[in-house]
T-cell receptor, first 115, second 113 residues
Framework: EAEVAQSPRYKITEKSQAVAFWCDPI?????LYWYRQILGQGPELLVQ????????DSQLPKDRFSAERLKGVDSTLKIQPAELGDSAMYLCASSPGAGFYNEQFFGPGTRLTVL | GENVEQHPSTLSVQEGDSAVIKCTYSDSASNYFPWYKQELGKGPQLIIDIRSNVGEKKDQRIAVTLNKTAKHFSLHITETQPEDSAVYFCAAYSGAGSYQLTFGKGTKLSVIP
């Protein structure tokens, strides 16, 4: 069964350091999402890609966060510099297309701890 | 933007009993309402969804109801089993303006054997 892959699964860093997360969506899925899930809350969308283009990054803190999906396949989310408040689970999801007709499949996430 | 409230935050039931989780949403333009189950160490997984033109949908032991007038929807799990223990999230998708899912804060369901 095809799954969304994410790495690393866990990351501990000190504040002001740079961190990067990687996501490999299900093959053939054109739409890719990055979510942030703070402990005890639901996921919040950070950025949505359609192929290699950003569709929605309105909730991405662009002063420190960046995301790319250069060839329209895998994607990287970067934080520089990391702050204490960035500690959270970062989830990647993919779907065959955009819109609610297409189920979003989530990866296992990367748990980030900023010390 | 959309705001989704979910209750209760924790729920404990005896095995075999029913569990009900309720959500309300604020944006009357929202038209799709999925429910996700998140097990420890895993990402959320879609378990059932409902569109705004339907009042109820059932899939084996799981059912979802939608009241558009009151802007609330509920998840019903019957004959609960220990493997139903997880965190459940409701979400709402608005096709107007912001084309994204807004999630509730989650309900931790514990099924006691």
């Amino acid at each position: 069964e095809a799954e969304v892959a994410q790495s690393p699964r866990y990351k501990i860093t000190e504040k002001s350091q740079a961190v990067a997360f990687w996501c490999d969506p299900i093959s053939g899925h054109a739409t890719l999402y990055w979510y942030r899930q703070i402990l005890g809350q639901g996921p919040e969308l950070l950025v949505q890609f359609q192929d290699e283009s950003v569709v929605d990054d309105s909730q991405l803190p662009k002063d420190r966060f960046s995301a790319e999906r250069l060839k329209g396949v895998d994607s990287t989310l970067k934080i520089q510099p990391a702050e204490l408040g960035d500690s959270a689970m970062y989830l990647c999801a993919s779907s065959p297309g955009a819109g609610f007709y297409n189920e979003q499949f989530f990866g296992p996430g990367t748990r980030l701890t900023v010390l | 933007g959309e705001n989704v409230e979910q209750h209760p935050s924790t729920l404990s039931v005896q095995e075999g009993d029913s569990a009900v989780i309720k959500c309300t949403y604020s944006d009357s333009a929202s038209n799709y309402f999925p429910w996700y189950k998140q097990e420890l160490g895993k990402g959320p997984q879609l378990i059932i969804d409902i569109r705004s033109n339907v009042g109820e949908k059932k899939d084996q032991r799981i059912a979802v109801t939608l009241n558009k007038t009151a802007k609330h929807f509920s998840l019903h799990i019957t004959e609960t089993q220990p493997e139903d223990s997880a965190v459940y999230f409701c979400a709402a998708y608005s096709g107007a303006g912001s084309y994204q899912l807004t999630f509730g804060k989650g309900t931790k369901l514990s099924v006691i054997p």
